[in-house]
T-cell receptor
Framework: QKEVEQNSGPLSVPEGAIASLNCTYS??????FFWYRQYSGKSPELIMS????GDKEDGRFTAQLNKASQYVSLLIRDSQPSDSATYLC???????????FGSGTRLLVRP | DTGVSQDPRHKITKRGQNVTFRCDPI?????LYWYRQTLGQGPEFLTY????????KSRLLSDRFSAERPKGSFSTLEIQRTEQGDSAMYLC????????????FGPGTRLTVL
């Protein structure tokens, strides 16, 4: 079992819709959770971080964390074609500072 | 405040050659990380420094890989006797202690081993 799992996609949504990206993780003791966006050929760019159960909103992005279910999600409202990218979920587990990444979900926003 | 920088951005080498990459973190970030990413996968942790001390190294990292951060500022990653399987994007990230472990990535060095 992978430590951080994501559906590889592609997830295809029409412009203006809500895109929902999901991630599960294996280490119940994990404390820090991140979403990165990665365009093809580029490096990961931080979108959101979340540390407590519940929702955290930043502009069109909302991160949701449920530690009991070991589940973290990212909602993108009013999706734009420029949001088309791979979204990487990353978790910091135990006492280490290293990020453990999922394989990413490719999002395609259709004009 | 400038971001993380990496040099070179692209490197093509022949199998068996040695290569060295450089990473300059965001100024005043005391933690520096190296990751490797292959096509279709998320970045994979290689090693990390706090100041000049190398505190963790992936068990997947072979002895051909070595990293240094001699003065706690920039870091180098060297790969000796490169193999075709080393072809990947090598990413550097940095974070500041006390800022909730948020890591910011540089543009990466794309290595192609022929």
């Amino acid at each position: 079992q992978k430590e951080v799992e994501q559906n590889s996609g592609p997830l295809s949504v029409p412009e203006g819709a809500i895109a929902s990206l999901n991630c599960t993780y294996s280490d119940r003791g994990s404390q820090s959770f991140f979403w990165y966006r990665q365009y093809s050929g580029k490096s990961p760019e931080l979108i959101m971080s979340i540390y407590s159960n519940g929702d955290k909103e930043d502009g069109r992005f909302t991160a949701q964390l449920n530690k009991a279910s070991q589940y973290v999600s990212l909602l993108i409202r009013d999706s734009q074609p420029s949001d088309s990218a791979t979204y990487l979920c990353a978790v910091i587990m135990d006492s280490s500072y290293k990020l453990i990444f999922g394989s990413g979900t490719r999002l395609l926003v259709r004009p | 405040d400038t971001g993380v920088s990496q040099d070179p951005r692209h490197k093509i080498t022949k199998r068996g050659q040695n290569v060295t990459f450089r990473c300059d973190p965001i100024s005043e970030h005391n933690r520096l990380y190296w990751y490797r990413q292959t096509l279709g996968q998320g970045p994979e942790f290689l090693t990390y420094f706090q100041n000049e001390a190398q505190l963790e190294k992936s068990r997947l990292l072979s002895d051909r890989f070595s990293a240094e951060r001699p003065k706690g500022s920039f870091s180098t990653l060297e790969i000796q006797r490169t193999e075709q399987g080393d072809s990947a994007m090598y990413l550097c990230a940095s974070s500041a202690q006390g800022e909730e472990d948020t890591q910011y990535f540089g543009p990466g060095t794309r290595l192609t081993v022929l």
